[in-house]
């Protein structure tokens, strides 16, 4: 079974008086285990797609299967339980939590998902030192600076295992070293944890870590080649 097949998706944004088609009818599956990128030009569809995908929104038209789940027929605790149990998130806004230290903010989700105390903690440490934090895990998001912000929020996101994990250009505000520790630890997690990965970038050195890349134009697949 495929980890996710969509078909003919489509994303209307109505905002404005001229309205956006932001998804054109897109087919796509995603097999466990995968590694794979997202990429096409600024204004694509990238992040409309990966929002779908991890069901923050709603397509205006087609269908979206993870895991065997209609995600249509969720309702709205349902589709937070699947996305706990699931996804991992690293998306533009870091959506971290101020008042708690970079260790407690990667903890969170582990909390939710009911880890055991001991092993939260040495999980969030171990996650934090991978992304080279190991001097700031006391430290607030307000005390670190973006890049690094951004690495507390990847820390987060793989911490609890999730089945997949989405991440939204990813490597945006990385200097190259730090590009370079991100993709070790995420095709790390992809061979030695089965975790699949599908992310958004601009990035070629990210590009060529790929094993399939995807290209977005206008909303659509414009090419899908699997190396
Ligand atoms: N919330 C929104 N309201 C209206 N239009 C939007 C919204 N989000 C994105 N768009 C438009 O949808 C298209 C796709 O955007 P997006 O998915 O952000 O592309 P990408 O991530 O590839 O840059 C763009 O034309 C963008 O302006
Ligand atoms: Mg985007």
Redesign the pocket.
Known sequence: MSLIISQNLY?V?N??AVP????NGVNLKIEEGEFTAIV????????????ILGGLDSPSGGTLEIAGNDISKLNGNQLIDFRLKNIGFVFQAYNLIPVLSARENVEFIMLLQGWEKKEREDRAVQLLEEVGLKERIHNKPSELSGGQQQRVAVARALASRPRFVLA??PTANLDSNSTNNLLDIMSMLNKEEKMTFIF?THDQRVIDRARRVIT?ED?QIKSDIIK
Do not use: F, I, Q
Request: aromatic share 4%; proline share 4%.
């Open positions: 994303r944004y905002a404005t956006v088609n932001a998804l096409g030009p600024s204004g694509s569809g990238k992040t409309t797609l990966l929002n939204d250009e958004s977005l909303g």
